[in-house]
């Protein structure tokens, strides 16, 4: 059976590039980088290249990445600690996010919320994109923080965040943005988005699953969300994980060399499969906007179908795609995401979401295309929903 991975906004395969540059570190060169002697100094020494490869690709200082363990623990660590360090300086106690980002944005958020910070979600508008002006009318003197992805997980949805950090910092606000969707596809350049905080997950760009990074700007306020040592400039303690940030190292810079390609090829595959969708299964829509978002993102709600049955069925056919959120995958809920967008409750679990990866080729476009229609036929005519005419 023909096996047709589709889900590479969930996790991507580690590029053999990568398992080669972290290969060494695993047994040969093992030392703790924070030891003195010289089998530390050696591994010291590695993560001082990566780290230099990571800030080139942010066009920021060394100093200002902060490695940990992926964008889940960066985002915590910066919407559960820099309100606090603000509210205490300058009273501040006002967060912003929006209705889109990711749960461990938006659980973060809402347990701050508990703490009692004020807390506003921003809506989107029916692409998925948050309007400066939704910004403008909720932000004030007394925000603290705004946060809001660079690019969706779900639709792909790109936001304008150089627009909405200049608003932030107008207000004396500070601006994080999730980037993990971004990176691969993207300009990442923190100087050009203007922002104060930025995370990272390598497995995301072809990199090892467990690492990732948070850019913290010079000056900008951050409070220590793992204590127990002085690593990462006292600032996240434990031992570094010297193979993961040599994989994130080598993975960025592969992206830094190979981000057009990608794109061009990503988009080729895109658009081949959102078209081939489209004339062969009746009553489908795209969710997020056609343009304005990710090169290798398709997400579709296909109408009188449950999401989920798709899913499995394709499954059975060796196609891997998803209905949303890889970390929802558990839920029966209707994704967030799709319910912001505004699609009615009753098509919100119809959706598809189908993720683009370097190694697809036309031939996995071409046989999903082949597949999917039958599917939904079938699944059609089992659902008291849908129409006379697809019994």
């Known amino acids: 059976m023909k096996k047709v991975y589709l889900d590479n906004a969930a996790t991507t395969a580690v590029d053999p590039r990568v ?14 980088p924070s030891s003195v002697h010289s089998f530390g100094q050696e591994a010291s020494e ?58 461990c944005v938006l659980d973060s958020a809402k347990a701050m919320e508990k703490e009692g910070f004020r807390l506003t979600i921003l809506p989107v508008n029916k692409q998925g994109i948050v309007e400066t002006k939704s910004l403008e009318d909720g932000i004030d003197d ?48 923190v100087d050009k988005l203007g922002v104060d905080y930025l995370t990272l997950s390598a497995h995301k760009f072809y990199g090892p699953k467990g690492i990732g990074l948070l850019y913290k700007r ?23 994980n010297v193979p993961g940030i040599v994989g994130m190292g080598a993975a960025i810079e592969l992206v830094s060399k190979e981000q057009a390609k990608r794109s061009a090829n990503a988009q080729e595959l895109r658009d081949r499969l959102l078209t081939g969708i489209k004339k062969a299964v009746p009553e489908v829509f795209l969710n997020g906007d056609r343009e304005n978002r990710l090169p290798n993102n398709v997400n579709v709600t296909i109408k009188y179908v449950e999401g989920e049955g798709m899913l499995m069925s394709l499954d ?10 890889a970390c929802s995958s558990g839920s029966l809920e209707a994704s967030h995401v799709i319910l912001a967008l505004g699609v009615p409750k009753e098509f919100s679990h119809g959706s598809l979401r189908f993720t683009i990866g370097q190694d697809n080729t036309k031939d996995d476009i071409d046989h999903v295309i082949e597949v999917l229609p039958k599917i939904v036929k079938r699944l059609r005519k089992m659902s008291p929903l849908a129409p006379k005419k697809y019994h």
């Open 46 to 103: 590695t993560v001082g290249k990566a780290r230099r490869q990571a800030a080139k690709f942010l066009g920021a200082k060394q100093e200002e990445i902060i490695f940990n363990s992926g964008a889940t623990e960066g985002n915590n660590t910066v919407i559960k600690t820099v309100p606090k360090i603000l509210k205490e300086k300058g009273g501040r106690d006002h967060i912003i996010t929006s209705a889109v980002e990711h749960h």
């Open 19 to 32: 398992m080669k540059a972290m290969q060494p570190y695993f047994s040969d060169k093992y030392g703790n």
């Open 142 to 189: 007394k925000t603290a923080l705004v946060s809001i992805m660079y690019a969706n997980n779900e639709i792909g949805a790109i936001q304008p965040i150089t627009k909405l950090a200049a608003i932030a910092k107008k207000h004396g606000a500070k601006f994080h943005t999730d980037a993990v969707q971004a990176a691969n596809y993207l300009d990442c350049n």
């Open 316 to 325: 059975m056919e060796g196609i891997a795609c998803s209905t949303g959120s």
């Open 218 to 240: 010079q000056r900008a306020p951050l409070g220590q969300y793992m204590s127990g040592g002085a690593q990462e400039n006292h600032l996240r303690a434990g031992t570094l």
